[in-house]
């Protein structure tokens, strides 16, 4: 047995694990870069945010809160840390009247207890005056009735129901049900006889495949709806599961993150399943560059994403302002441009919008009565002007679109429609925005 | 209820399933008979050795193969490290306390990976994938046919290595006892640094696969390690057959119960369901301890 074990083989196998380890450093310092989108679209170098003066404000800062999921599976940190940037280029342009904007986000786990001692922290420990960048799986449920009671409008990118219910909340994004009915009336669109619609296994699922059912019978199609555990651990039998169900004339809506839909769509590519059915929809998340890079081009055109916001390489003011903030303020933000990106944006604009118009000293009742006369606000980022409003519920962006891969990028496959009315929460809306026509720039 | 020509495809993503998980299972196998430490850092190893060959092929433009041959070096090298620097101080110590300590690494590779490649999307197609063939109306890439054929090989391959090599006796002889087996001649350290290097390669290979078949995420590659433990403990991490058929149940059960629309979404718990049976079905016939005889460390 000895001369298996001589020193020869012991020296070799340091030296193996010495390569080993070297090598190791080596990727570990490659992969530290090089791994953000490349911004396409115009940009400046220089943006301008708020003042636009380039000078740096030196009175007392103007606190700004927000909460994040940030858990395995959900990581919607990419919208407060670009809400961040956007109140980053603010304050490097003259702040918000002399006054920096100090923006405080914190992150949560779905943990209800969590959430509502984070909110209370935000709002009594750090005496934040407003909130914009609710980017949360439940925060909107745990924590509405206290921002109602504390008179504070909250700006957010929600998930959970109450984000579109309660009078106190206006989120810049439809989110997912809205969103997985906007995704469903674009497969309809293409004739499809059977829908097979799956969605991550998290709270409030219940609540957002309502929405596609409803859309889905009042088309007469049959909707067969699933949930699967995140993160995905069997992508393979996922994607021919759904392909199954919606048979070859038929469709498949997703509403996931971004890391598990390419799971998905990239386990049915593999198998030879993108052409088993006729269409492929997906919720606004995967409205991503990222996700297009990450699938190739055999999607191109094939997938249809709902979107609620505008493809980030539009050729607009406010677009590339978003580029231009992203690309100097925002390099941390590891989605880089995309729908997350994008709200975390629009709420930082929106909110230095509302603190523009703050007369005498910024406190909770002075920042949110300016919060909650937000309206028309104009951005072609989105289909129609933003609004807050004095309403029981908010759900301003009801207007979106649909994109598609395209050579690795988003591309606008379908033009600005609305959100259909048979969702009885949109049609109130409408009704709202008939009563008050200013909200979204009409007289 | 599915038809049979439904169940067709799951049985072809069980197999390949079962078959990366058997590699796993034997490796932590492999590693606990020789040196009494159940690997639970198997996964974030993998996970790691995926994210690397990533990096080289996408950031760094590496051609595929030396990039997989790279990253699997470099998980071989962390697991070497991991049992020839933390491995010795651990040696004499309970087989819960060194189970927990590679949780320790497992969770420190965790936060390194996402601290250098955060949760973005990104995928990763190995060549293998981009070639299938049809069995019936059920497509099958050569990445299925590896990961099985490769759990097949490996499983059996490892159980001929340790019956008819003197290095394997010398590892069947660690796990019956360390010390009478070290004052026979044998270099216990030598050895043991042999399992914890094969169990890297295993690992880093695993991850490979998994990112292929599963997707390139570093949670979910970390934890599914949960399978294929699952699969070592029904073998009483002692027998590699038992391993290898039970990581092909856990993989076909998980896989078979996807298209069953009530029961879809709790086929996550097989691993668990599966193993908590066998191992109550096993402890009818005897007493189960972690640390002595039956599931033991290795060396009862």
């Keep these: 047995m000895k001369r298996y074990f001589g020193s020869t083989r012991g020296r070799s196998v340091t030296t193996l694990f010495v390569v080993a380890a070297g090598l190791s450093l080596f990727v570990a310092a490659c992969g530290g870069s090089g791994n953000k989108s490349s911004n396409s679209g115009s940009v400046v170098d220089n943006p301008k945010c708020g003042n636009g003066n380039g000078q740096k404000p030196t009175g007392t800062p103007i606190k700004i809160g927000g909460i994040a999921t940030k858990q395995p599976g959900t990581d919607f940190t990419d919208g407060v840390l670009t809400t961040k940037a956007y109140f980053d280029c603010v304050n490097a342009n003259g702040g918000i009247n002399g006054h920096p904007v100090k923006y405080i986000y914190e992150t949560e786990q779905t943990d209800p207890a969590q959430n509502a001692a984070l909110a209370r922290k935000l709002v009594e420990t750090e005496g934040v005056v407003g909130m914009a960048g609710g980017f949360s799986l439940i925060e909107c449920d745990v924590n509405h009735s206290y ?115 390419l799971k998905i769509l990239q386990a049915a590519q593999q198998q030879g399943l993108e052409d088993s059915v006729k269409a492929w929809g997906c919720s606004t998340p995967c409205n991503t560059d990222f996700l297009a890079q990450a ?149 | 209820m599915p038809s049979w020509h439904d169940f067709q495809p799951f049985i072809v993503t069980g197999l390949a399933l079962g078959g990366v998980y058997a590699l796993s299972g034997a490796g932590m196998v492999v590693l606990y008979r020789t040196t009494g430490v159940l690997n639970l850092a198997f996964g974030a190893v993998g996970a790691m050795s995926a994210l690397i060959a990533w990096d080289l092929i996408n950031n760094s433009l590496w051609p595929e193969w030396p990039a997989y041959g790279v990253a699997v070096l470099i ?173 092909l149940v856990v993989g076909l059960v998980s896989a078979l119960a996807t298209p069953i629309t009530s029961i879809s979404e709790y086929r996550n718990m097989a691993p668990f369901v599966i193993a908590t049976i066998a191992l109550l079905v096993i402890s009818r016939k005897r007493e189960i301890s972690f640390t002595g005889t039956g599931l033991g460390n290795g060396r009862g």
């Design chain 1, 147 to 261: 921002y109602e009671q504390k008179g504070i409008g909250v700006l957010n990118a929600g998930i959970a129901p109450s984000c579109w219910a309660s009078p106190n909340s206006a989120p810049v994004n439809m989110g997912p049900r809205y969103s997985s009915d906007g995704a469903t009336q674009a497969v309809i669109r293409q004739d499809v006889d059977k829908i097979s619609f799956d969605q991550s296994n998290v709270p409030g699922t219940g609540y957002i495949a309502a929405g596609p059912k409803i859309v889905a019978d009042a088309a007469g199609i049959p909707i067969q709806e699933n949930t699967d555990n995140v993160p995905i651990q069997d992508a393979n039998s996922v994607a021919v599961k759904l392909t199954q169900q919606a048979g070859p004339n038929g469709a498949v809506v997703l509403n996931f993150t971004p890391p598990e839909a």
């Design chain 2, 75 to 247: 998980a071989a090298g962390i697991t070497l490290a991991y049992g020839v620097i933390i491995g010795p101080a651990l040696a004499r110590r309970d087989a819960l306390v060194k189970a927990t300590a590679t949780l320790g690494l497992a969770l420190i590779l965790l936060g390194a990976m996402s601290w250098i490649w955060s949760d973005k999307a990104r995928s990763q197609v190995l060549p293998t994938s981009t070639h299938a063939f049809d069995i019936g109306q059920v497509a099958v890439t050569w990445t299925q046919v590896i990961a099985f054929g490769l759990g097949v090989v490996v499983v059996f391959g490892t159980a001929a290595f340790l019956n008819y090599t003197n290095l394997g006796t010398a590892m069947r002889g660690l796990a019956n006892d360390r010390e009478i087996t070290a004052t026979l001649g044998v270099p216990v350290r030598w050895v043991e640094a042999q399992a914890w290097l094969v169990s890297g390669i295993l690992s880093g290979v695993s991850g490979l696969l998994l990112s292929d078949l599963v997707g390139l995420d570093a949670v979910s590659l970390t934890f599914l390690v949960i399978s294929s433990l699952a699969a070592a403990l029904i073998a009483q991490l002692r027998s590699l057959l038992i391993t290898f058929f039970a990581a």
């Design chain 1, 295 to 443: 699938l190739g081009t055999k999607w191109d055109g094939k997938l249809l994403v709902n979107a609620e916001l505008n493809v980030t390489d539009f050729d607009g003011p406010d677009s590339e302002l978003y580029r231009s903030v992203m690309k100097k303020y925002g390099q941390n933000v590891a989605g880089g441009l995309g729908s997350f990106s994008q709200m975390g944006y629009l709420m930082g604009e929106f909110m230095t919008n509302a603190l523009e118009k703050v007369q005498g000293p910024y406190t909770v009742k002075s920042v949110n009565d300016q919060v909650f006369a937000l309206k028309d606000q104009k951005t072609d980022i989105l289909c129609r002007p933003w609004y807050f409003g004095q309403a029981p519920l908010h759900i301003p962006n009801n207007v979106d679109r649909t994109t598609t891969p395209d050579n690795g990028h988003m591309v606008q496959k379908e033009d600005c429609f609305d959100i259909s009315a048979d969702d009885p929460d949109i049609a109130k809306v409408r009704q709202i925005e008939q009563a008050d026509p200013s909200l979204t720039g009409g007289s």
